[in-house]
């Protein structure tokens, strides 16, 4: 067997380890999602990631710059497994509801950081570079959810993506609480709220209403 010669072993251990940039993203992705943005200094992040100070402003000159990409990470990997969960669903109620199939999953996992965007708008405020990110990320997926409910033939997607997001972001801190379940109770009144945004719903309310002043005679 070919042994390594003391260089070709260096090169593979540099290798093997991430470069500067991702190190630099992962250690901050976790200190973010425990703690905060405000809480979280440069000067830890660059001594957990193990970077020179100057390596870290190379790659990010400023913090801000660093809770931008970190945002943007967050965004796309939640985006990317709701939308494999989206293409795995049979109807389009079903695609409505894959967000909570995965919020479900993450909750039960206990990870920290799936209310990160509500975390950081709070912390930053709307009027903030962050904040305005953290709602611009939010608004993408409100978008998202009224081009499903005009493929489901619902009333008012737009109205509706608000409504549901207003049942995500609770789902978000009831689990922050520490309620297992969240996703799976609003998903439940999701359905509820799909039924409501469908054409026929007026007519169908009528006449369960009818249908009860019957049984009442």
Do not use: C, N
Request: glycine share 8%; proline share 3%; no cysteine.
């Amino acid at each position: 067997m070919d042994r390594m010669d003391g260089r070709d072993h260096g090169r593979a251990q540099v290798a093997q380890r991430p470069a500067a940039r991702e190190r630099i993203l992962e250690t901050s992705y976790e200190l973010f999602a425990r703690r905060g943005v405000r809480d979280v200094g440069v000067d830890e992040i660059i001594a957990r990631s193990g970077v020179a100070k100057a390596t870290f402003y190379r790659h990010f000159p400023s913090k801000e710059a660093l809770v931008l990409a970190y945002m943007d990470r967050w965004y796309r990997t939640r985006h990317d497994a709701i939308e494999d969960a989206i293409a795995r669903s049979h109807t389009p109620d079903d695609a409505l509801l894959a967000a909570f199939t995965v919020l479900d999953d993450w909750f039960r996992r206990g990870t920290a950081e799936v209310s990160t965007f509500l975390h950081v708008m709070i912390e930053m405020g709307p009027e903030h570079p962050l904040g305005r990110a953290a709602m611009g990320h939010l608004a993408a997926i409100r978008r998202r959810l009224a081009a499903l409910a005009e493929a489901a033939g619902l009333d008012d997607p737009e109205g509706f993506a608000w409504s549901f997001h207003i049942l995500t972001k609770g789902a978000m801190v009831a689990a922050i609480e520490g309620d297992r379940q969240a996703a799976t109770r609003a998903r439940g009144l999701a359905r509820i709220l799909i039924d409501l945004h469908r054409p026929d719903w007026a007519e169908r309310a009528s006449q369960g209403k009818a249908q009860m002043h019957d049984a009442g005679r």
